[in-house]
């Protein structure tokens, strides 16, 4: 069935100088790679990586090549029967046989693709299962990650030609902990000027957020005569204004990214909830401030808090808003004391 719906599809036109972008619905992720200033003049065609219709569109594969590719994937999941696993091969099959099918048609669609253009490059800001195709047919990938990095087990995450990460310490963490040879760190320039301005980043869901904290925060800084800006999430499950009823506050396009934001506004202040841009924020000079708390436990894996889990220091790198409020407050007209926490934060290890 697979291999006959790719004949129900009009294909399109697929430029030859273009690279191919596999998104997986974080906004405007794709324009992350105009802060790797070798890759910003590539051209992109975008494919849905959870929309199998996007693959149909552009060609049609060979169906012995398919059928090679399926019992290649069948034999492989045959010798692993050797192991002892849990839960049992019976109930991993049960649940993966979908999947050895959808792999064995984009193991087909890559070699397809490798043929046709022998130079082409992919990139990702998180496609692993069409990754791994990609990188089983010996095509450059970039892992273009649109957010800092959780520490993943070495043996799920695909083996990328590339990956570019926003600091330093993912860098050194991932370098001495997989098996990456080539990590780049997105590009950025640092702020000189601020205005008496604050971004709050919000989240996706309004359970996720302490609405007392937001409220405190516009009053105080509007008593200060600062601008308040909201930045939705790209994803977002609710509207901001639906909740709070504020007058006199701004709100910035949800699919902006953080870096063309902050140079945009150059605020004095951020806010997050562990947020990639509290990240970017202190790498571009602007004291960034943290409105989760440490103990905070990560949703999908119950006994991991979210700072163990992510990579990067969010305790020694922000300031926080109910526990720092003091410090805050002295850098509001001491450019100083701005400068001095600034970079100490910036510092900090």
């Not at 065609?45 to 199998?52: C, G, L, R």
């Not at 219709?53 to 999941?77: A, E, T």
């Not at 930045?231 to 709070?244: A, G, I, L, M, R």
């Not at 870096?259 to 945009?264: G, H, N, Q, S």
Request: aromatic share 18%; proline share 3%.
């Amino acid at each position: 069935l697979v291999f006959l719906y790719q004949f129900f599809f009009k294909k399109k036109n697929f430029p030859k100088n273009n690279s191919i972008f596999l998104k997986v619905g974080e906004g405007n992720d794709y324009k992350n790679i105009n802060y790797i200033n070798k890759l910003k003049n590539k051209k992109l065609f975008i494919i849905d990586s959870y929309n199998i219709r996007d693959n149909f569109k552009i060609y049609n594969i060979n169906y012995i090549i398919f059928l090679k590719h399926y019992f290649k994937c069948i034999i492989s999941f045959k010798q692993s029967l050797k192991y002892q696993t849990k839960p049992n091969s019976k109930f991993i099959y049960n649940n993966i046989k979908n999947k050895i099918v959808l792999h064995s048609y984009y193991n087909s669609f890559y070699h397809k693709i490798k043929k046709i253009r022998p130079n082409i490059e992919c990139f990702t800001s998180g496609s692993w299962f069409q990754s791994l195709s990609i990188i089983k047919n010996n095509i450059p990938i970039y892992f273009l990650t649109h957010g800092l990095l959780g520490r993943f087990s070495s043996t799920i995450i695909p083996r990328y030609n590339y990956v570019c990460v926003f600091s330093n310490y993912e860098k050194k963490f991932i370098e001495k902990n997989y098996f990456f040879k080539n990590i780049l760190i997105y590009e950025y320039k640092t702020l000189k000027n601020h205005n008496n301005s604050i971004i709050i980043f919000l989240r996706q869901s309004i359970k996720l957020i302490n609405k007392d904290d937001i409220l405190k925060i516009i009053k105080y800084f509007k008593n200060q005569s600062f601008k308040i800006f909201i930045k939705e999430h790209p994803n977002k499950h609710f509207n901001f204004q639906d909740y709070f009823s504020i007058n006199d506050i701004h709100m910035i396009d949800s699919s902006e990214l953080a870096y063309d934001i902050l140079y945009k506004f150059n605020p004095k202040f951020v806010f997050g909830y562990f947020s990639t841009a509290l990240c970017q924020s202190l790498n571009v000079g602007i004291i960034p401030i943290t409105l989760g708390s440490n103990d905070e436990i990560k949703k999908k894996y119950k006994t991991v808090k979210i700072t163990e889990w992510t990579i990067y220091p969010f305790k020694e790198k922000t300031l926080s808003w109910n526990k720092n409020f003091k410090q805050i407050e002295s850098t509001l007209t001491n450019e100083i004391n701005y400068n001095k926490i600034l970079d100490k934060l910036k510092n900090e290890h």
